[in-house]
């Protein structure tokens, strides 16, 4: 049987610079391009929720 063969490049993670095979994620708003999955769960989720946080306080702000 033959395998379809895709290109398994490695990408580099932009934020810790690992080697990485898996699809990879955006990593803004920290970085301009793309992480690991594990930079993902540890650093651009929690700045997107410091960023929507932040944008609440803001919209709060505005409003008083
Ligand atoms: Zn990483």
Do not use: H, S, Y
Request: proline share 2%.
């Amino acid at each position: 049987m033959e395998k379809t063969t895709t290109t398994k490049t490695d990408k580099i993670c932009t934020i810790c610079g690992t080697k990485f095979k898996e699809f990879g994620n955006n990593a803004m708003p920290v970085k301009d391009g793309i992480c690991c999955d594990k930079c993902n769960d540890d650093v651009v989720i929690t700045a997107r929720i410091r960023e929507i946080e932040l944008d609440r306080l803001f919209q709060k702000w505005a409003k008083a």
